[in-house]
């Protein structure tokens, strides 16, 4: 009561771990501030609580009061003793839950219990706003939430979404960006609206916040509350928070995940899902979509209402009807300055630490064979690895063997001109640019990582290579390039797995048909 905390606890035992949910009232000094409040269990355990404001009106900027709420959840260290809520500057402890007395006495209130049950079937949360509207046949708005419009695989599938549900004239889509990026023309010709974080954050009271997650967390209840949609759609992991929000505003959400490990392959990935706002996300998103059963596999444990769901990424239906034939490849080389004695090796995605090209040309080194031409694609300014990749280029006297471009929306034509497609990242979960490879007919070499393996036939259309070992892919590559025979007889198996795969048209029908699920309340 002295500081305006009130708690209601619910204890789980889920996973062999100690899940803790925490619902709370708090309030703020000042009417105009947002608190920053922090939840420590242990010394190394300190986590940021995320709060909303009760009386708001987001769109005029103001709070109208100076009370706020939260639902936080954490896993709690067996060797913690409390649990303790405090301010975030002064560190000063203001609440605090004794482990335990929680252990003793898990659901004692009728409020817990509730509360409990309300996370085991967030469906019944929902309150359908759809009945007024059915005489009118409206368009539905889905509000898709994205973490950039860069030309990658996560954005270019929900754009591919979003495109088709612009086609059906029942939905009408709405993108909320982090960044702006290459797409953003393409949903723009589509009249497709998009709204950005930073322009809605100086718009909102998210702007008076100094904490980021704070601040998107405020900007996506601000969007929502402006918008008004009937279901949101997040893409990637790092847009839990949104999930979040959605749940605030008792809209159903579907969330999309592509990452096999975030940030870096490295990363604990039960670690980082435990973070407080991706539990809230795995507890409340309507539904889960991963597009590859190795990526839902490290998930797995975090799916409390079987609601996980596996659609498969495709490429775009611009690559199911491609030619391929020697001629095309020779035109394609010379458009692109390539000889045509020059066998050429292909590598296109943001050029990045995970993405590993540097091994490519550390392997070029190795390569007795200067008619080898390499064209990475996916260059972008200020980027402190691409300066090393070129430093090393130069280093290794490769300037007229390597061709780094730009990234481009139209990658056909360097698909038609490679020999060899090579993709060495450390991590990923089912990549557009392997499907696209292969239905150009390509060899692959590739790293045998989560999707990958889903995706081609190692020793049939594809070498496994080593992440780590120039001198292996320096290996498979002068396999490939000394036997013509055996290229043209992977490519051929390439083309023949691609077209066993499920098409574009499946991808996008599974999709929908799970967003309209979502809808579907109980």
């Given amino acids: 009561e002295k500081w305006g905390i009130s708690v209601v606890s619910v204890y789980l035992n889920k996973m062999g771990k100690n899940l803790l949910a925490i619902k709370g009232v708090t309030r703020s000094h000042s009417k105009n501030k947002i608190p920053e409040l922090l939840i420590q269990t242990h010394p190394f355990h300190i986590s940021r609580i995320i709060l909303l404001p009760i009386h708001q009106n987001t769109l005029k900027k103001t709070l109208l009061g100076n009370q706020f709420r939260f639902c936080h959840f954490l896993f709690i260290p ?42 085991n079937e967030p469906r019944k949360l929902f309150v359908s706003r759809k009945q007024s509207d059915k005489s009118t046949k409206r368009k539905q708005k889905i509000l898709f939430i994205t973490h950039n419009l860069n030309i990658e695989g ?58 980021l997650k704070q601040k998107k967390f405020l900007a996506t209840i601000h969007i929502l509350d402006q918008i008004n949609p009937d279901i949101v759609f997040a893409n990637t992991i790092v847009s839990s928070i949104a999930i979040a929000a959605a749940y605030e505003r008792k809209i159903p959400a579907v969330w999309m995940i592509h990452e096999s490990s975030y940030p870096s392959p490295i990363q604990n990935m039960q670690s980082f899902c435990a973070h407080a706002e991706n539990l809230q996300a795995f507890l409340t998103a309507e539904n889960i979509v991963f597009c590859a059963q190795s990526t839902m596999d490290i998930y797995k444990k975090f799916d409390f209402n079987g609601r996980f769901n596996l659609v498969k990424n495709a490429p775009s239906t611009s690559y199911e009807s491609v030619s391929t034939s020697p001629e095309l490849k020779l035109k394609a080389k010379a458009i692109l300055g390539i000889p045509s004695d020059n066998i050429c090796l292909l590598n296109i995605g943001v050029i990045h630490e995970n993405k590993n090209q540097l091994l490519i040309i550390k392997a ?59 993709l060495p990242s450390r991590s990923e979960s089912y990549p557009l640019t392997i499907l696209e490879a ?23 259309n594809a070498y496994p290579i080593s992440p780590d070992n120039e001198n292996d892919l320096a290996g498979k590559i002068a396999i ?43």
């Fill in 438 to 460: 292969m239905s150009f007919s390509l060899p692959i070499l590739c790293t045998a990582v989560f999707g990958m393996n889903e995706q081609v036939k190692f020793n049939v």
């Fill in 78 to 119: 067996d060797n913690s003793e409390t649990v303790d809520i405090k301010y975030a500057r002064e560190k000063t402890t203001i609440f605090s839950i004794h482990v335990n007395q929680i252990k003793q006495s898990p659901f004692r209130t009728q409020a817990s219990q509730n509360f409990l049950n309300s996370y």
């Fill in 364 to 422: 070029l080194q190795h390569i007795n064979n200067k008619n080898v031409h390499l064209l990475l694609i996916g260059a972008r300014n200020n980027s402190p690895y691409l300066d090393k990749i070129k430093e090393t280029v130069i280093n290794l006297n490769l300037e007229k063997q390597v061709s780094i471009l730009s990234e481009d929306k139209n990658v056909h034509p360097y698909y038609q001109a490679a020999d060899i497609y090579i």
């Fill in 154 to 211: 996560a954005p270019k599938v929900l754009f591919e979404i979003a495109s088709a549900m612009v086609k059906t004239k029942r939905w009408q889509p709405i993108i909320f960006s982090q960044e702006e990026g290459p797409l953003s023309q393409e949903f723009e010709d589509l009249n497709i609206p998009i709204h950005l974080v930073t322009e809605v954050i100086e718009k909102s009271m998210a702007d008076n916040c100094y904490d």
């Fill in 480 to 522: 490939l390039i000394n036997d013509p025979g055996k290229r043209k007889q992977m490519g051929k198996k390439s083309k023949q797995i691609i077209d066993s795969l499920p098409k574009h048209r499946n991808m996008i029908e599974e999709h929908i048909k799970i967003i309209e699920q979502s809808q579907k309340h109980l």
